[in-house]
């Protein structure tokens, strides 16, 4: 063994374990079938549809900066409309206003009712679809409605003013109280959860669905941002999608976290199109 190769091999042996463990993704994303899949092939599968449905965890970052990501590389290749949960439908004016350069950021934050972690987390998002005058959907319905569900059904809806109604999915809500994931969430809370909380629930899946819809035009594709769990299992906003319109293409995706995020686990698999896959230690926005 030569002199240059033996110090090359020593070097290598004293090089801390830390140093060489390198490979330390912060994500990885994986297919429904838990294969692990390229940014670049999920991104070229979701220009092919007509809506997708990014699922985050409210609270990650790394959920957030993906939509952002995903937003801007759809970007170059389709026509977009964007929506959310996280703004109501009767913030609709403020929001409007905004992206049209009419009121301030200070002006939408005292107009509309913007979640506590707006700034840090979707303002990017919104000011993507300002700078470059991309239609952006509040498509939720007032919390104060999914609340007055949650305690009265959907019956409590009736007496509302034609205004208040037009806030919301048409009435009456078609409702399925035998979706696994209504169910789930009475199973979730034994003793607490009563048969019209998932009920709630199916108003804001309906609603969000129903203003996808409203604003999705042919050849644009809708992006749209939501909370995991309305759309996992191909249930929630996109049951209500495919109800309305059989025929529309969707693509879905789901965010979960994992202690380990090498490989996909079982109880994670085909909750979506595509699982992004985050380490449960990661840092949370609150």
């Not at 290598?12 to 994986?30: T, V, W």
Request: aromatic residues 10%; hydrophobic residues 40%; glycine residues 4%.
């Amino acid at each position: 063994m030569n002199q240059v190769l033996r110090i090359c091999l020593l070097f290598f042996l004293l090089i801390p374990a830390q140093i060489l463990a390198i490979d330390k993704p912060a994500y990885r994303l994986f297919n429904a079938k838990g294969r692990e899949v390229s940014y670049e092939k999920m991104i070229k599968q979701l220009c092919q549809q007509d809506v997708v449905l990014i699922g985050e965890l409210h609270n990650n970052p790394i959920s957030h900066w993906l939509e952002l990501e995903i937003i801007q590389s759809c970007f170059s290749q389709r026509k977009l409309v964007l929506g959310a949960e996280m703004f109501e439908q009767d913030n609709q004016g403020a929001l409007s206003a905004y992206l049209a350069g009419k009121i301030s950021a200070k002006g939408l934050d005292s107009s509309a009712r913007l979640w506590k972690n707006y700034k840090t987390d979707y303002a990017p998002l919104v000011n993507f679809a300002k700078e470059n005058q991309v239609q952006f959907i509040a498509t939720n319905v007032p919390r104060k409605y999914a609340s007055m569900v949650s305690k009265g059904g959907f019956e409590a809806l009736n007496p509302l003013s034609a205004e208040e109604k037009s806030w919301m999915a048409p009435l009456p809500i078609a409702y399925d109280a035998n979706l696994p994931g209504y169910q789930k969430m009475i199973t979730m809370m034994p003793g607490h959860a009563t048969p019209n909380m998932p009920k709630a629930q199916a108003l804001k899946d309906a609603t969000m669905a129903h203003f996808i819809l409203k604003n999705w035009v042919e050849n644009q594709l809708f992006i749209h941002v939501n909370g995991s769990y309305h759309s996992e299992n191909y249930e929630g906003i996109s049951w209500y999608l495919k109800l309305a319109k059989p025929t529309i293409k969707i693509a879905t995706i789901a965010t979960v976290s994992q202690k380990e995020i090498k490989l996909l686990t079982q109880e994670n698999r085909k909750i979506a199109d595509y699982i992004i896959c985050v380490e449960d230690d990661m840092t949370t926005t609150y």
